[in-house]
């Protein structure tokens, strides 16, 4: 299934030396590169701005990006498609429109409309992968493939392929929706959803307890796989999950089923009702949640999250900052935040995105940053030169004023 041929590439073109101009003048920072070298510290006035330690693009992230501008250069004449977001970040997807690479049109029923590509027409497949069935469709149309799908999301998968050649049912911590757990799910035989520790003890309560299956259903009615019986496929559990979840939740998951799978069935027989879920939450993801971390425990007096609305990292991020009593502000563009000293934000645990004025309070101020995987460091240093527009009523040079002393 396409992951042969000559029409199937997981590798780069080669071209990395061709498009790196473009990518550094598009995404890279001088601004942040300086903050960096400063111990990720930068002060101006009575604002000090602090860097997580960990921030931005990943690895993963980096190598879609430019896999995608090389694609532009491998096929200079042919149609070329995304089948989804490239990425979770409004800018950088913007960028590849401008490119003219199209991306598959949703429908209002939120199915995806392939009906515009061709035979020998070019395919993106994003970071996050793409769905069995949609690499199916793309086999029939006979498309050209580029995989870009992270190596930590193909990870996951060659798990959930072991719990099905064991007849195991796959439970994924993650998003139901989201397009990484779509494609992962579609590779399981039967599968089950949860998105938190919560819904993990609901299903926990059903193993031990039984209850009203007609209610399990239609609870999980969208985070299951079809024909699901939670009274068969809650028998044998293998636990997997969406890579940018919360890495500490997903152990916590692992081992309320561990643990309720032993009291049902027993320790002699636990083997044959549980497998381990293994370490399959991404380096970048945890290095970033260690990094947010060691922000909170900083003395910040506010904290501002920066990547796509969408982007579960990011997400996760911003709501360890809120529960740790933070002010935190998840934007998603430079933009967000207003010359009038107002910034549109989203709410945590919401799609719901609201506006708050007089954000940023007189006075000494110290302000913690990050961003997501998915976030450029231009779009970060953008933020920064807002923030310090509002607070010093200066725009920011290309290199701050401290350089001088500091170097």
Same mark, same amino acid.
């Given at each position: 299934m396409l992951k042969a041929g000559p029409k199937y /590439?997981?590798?780069s073109f080669g071209l990395k030396d061709l498009v790196q101009e473009d990518l550094s003048r598009e995404y890279e920072s001088d601004l942040i590169a300086f903050i960096r070298q400063h111990d990720n510290v930068l002060v101006e006035g009575d604002t000090t701005i602090k860097l997580a330690e960990a921030f931005g693009f990943c690895w993963g992230v980096d190598r879609a990006v430019s896999m995608a501008y090389e694609t532009r250069k491998q096929f200079p004449d042919r149609q070329i498609w995304i089948t989804n977001e490239i990425i979770h970040n409004p800018m950088v997807n913007e960028k590849l429109r401008q490119m003219s690479i199209g991306f598959i049109p949703v429908q209002t029923d939120g199915k995806k409309d392939f009906s515009p590509i061709s035979a020998g027409d070019v395919v993106i497949l994003p970071a996050f992968g793409a769905s069995v069935e949609e690499m199916q469709l793309l086999e029939k149309k006979d498309c050209e493939i580029v995989d870009t799908t992270c190596p930590w999301v193909s990870r996951v998968w060659n798990r959930v392929d072991k +719990?099905?050649?064991?007849?195991?049912?796959?439970? $994924?911590?993650?998003? +139901?929706?989201? =397009? =990484?757990?779509?494609?992962?799910?579609?590779?399981?035989?039967? +599968?089950? $959803?949860?998105?938190? &520790?919560?819904?993990?003890?609901?299903?926990? %309560?059903y193993i031990l307890q039984g209850g009203d299956k007609q209610e399990f259903l239609s609870r999980f009615k969208e985070a299951v796989s079809r024909g699901f019986d939670p009274d068969i496929h809650l028998q044998r559990l293998g636990v997997t999950n969406q890579t940018t979840m919360l890495k500490g939740e997903t152990e916590q998951i692992g081992k309320l089923i561990e643990k309720t799978q032993l009291q049902k069935f027993g320790v002699s027989k636990i083997n044959e009702h549980f497998l381990s879920p293994g370490d399959t939450i991404c380096d970048a993801t945890q290095e970033r949640q260690d990094a947010m971390q060691k922000l909170i425990d900083d003395k910040l007096d506010l904290v501002v999250v920066i990547g796509g609305y969408n982007s579960s990292n990011t997400g996760? &991020?911003? =709501?360890?900052?809120?529960?740790?009593? &933070?002010?935190?502000? /998840? $934007?998603?563009?430079? =933009?967000?935040?207003?010359? %009038?000293?107002? $910034?549109?934000?989203? &709410?945590? /645990?919401?799609?719901?995105?609201i506006s708050t004025r007089d954000w940023l309070p007189r006075g000494p101020l110290t302000i913690g940053v990050t961003a997501g995987a998915s976030t450029p460091d231009q779009v970060i240093a953008q933020v920064i030169g807002r923030i310090l527009e509002l607070r010093t009523g200066e725009q920011v040079a290309p290199l701050p004023s401290q350089s001088a002393a500091n170097d």
């Amino acid at each position: 299934m396409l992951k042969a041929g000559p029409k199937y /590439h997981r590798k780069s073109f080669g071209l990395k030396d061709l498009v790196q101009e473009d990518l550094s003048r598009e995404y890279e920072s001088d601004l942040i590169a300086f903050i960096r070298q400063h111990d990720n510290v930068l002060v101006e006035g009575d604002t000090t701005i602090k860097l997580a330690e960990a921030f931005g693009f990943c690895w993963g992230v980096d190598r879609a990006v430019s896999m995608a501008y090389e694609t532009r250069k491998q096929f200079p004449d042919r149609q070329i498609w995304i089948t989804n977001e490239i990425i979770h970040n409004p800018m950088v997807n913007e960028k590849l429109r401008q490119m003219s690479i199209g991306f598959i049109p949703v429908q209002t029923d939120g199915k995806k409309d392939f009906s515009p590509i061709s035979a020998g027409d070019v395919v993106i497949l994003p970071a996050f992968g793409a769905s069995v069935e949609e690499m199916q469709l793309l086999e029939k149309k006979d498309c050209e493939i580029v995989d870009t799908t992270c190596p930590w999301v193909s990870r996951v998968w060659n798990r959930v392929d072991k +719990y099905q050649r064991a007849d195991f049912t796959a439970v $994924i911590h993650g998003k +139901y929706r989201h =397009e =990484e757990t779509v494609a992962t799910s579609s590779r399981a035989r039967h +599968y089950l $959803i949860v998105q938190d &520790l919560s819904e993990a003890q609901w299903v926990c %309560d059903y193993i031990l307890q039984g209850g009203d299956k007609q209610e399990f259903l239609s609870r999980f009615k969208e985070a299951v796989s079809r024909g699901f019986d939670p009274d068969i496929h809650l028998q044998r559990l293998g636990v997997t999950n969406q890579t940018t979840m919360l890495k500490g939740e997903t152990e916590q998951i692992g081992k309320l089923i561990e643990k309720t799978q032993l009291q049902k069935f027993g320790v002699s027989k636990i083997n044959e009702h549980f497998l381990s879920p293994g370490d399959t939450i991404c380096d970048a993801t945890q290095e970033r949640q260690d990094a947010m971390q060691k922000l909170i425990d900083d003395k910040l007096d506010l904290v501002v999250v920066i990547g796509g609305y969408n982007s579960s990292n990011t997400g996760h &991020l911003h =709501e360890m900052a809120v529960s740790s009593g &933070l002010i935190a502000f /998840h $934007i998603d563009v430079p =933009e967000c935040i207003g010359i %009038d000293n107002s $910034i549109s934000h989203k &709410l945590p /645990h919401s799609s719901t995105t609201i506006s708050t004025r007089d954000w940023l309070p007189r006075g000494p101020l110290t302000i913690g940053v990050t961003a997501g995987a998915s976030t450029p460091d231009q779009v970060i240093a953008q933020v920064i030169g807002r923030i310090l527009e509002l607070r010093t009523g200066e725009q920011v040079a290309p290199l701050p004023s401290q350089s001088a002393a500091n170097d």
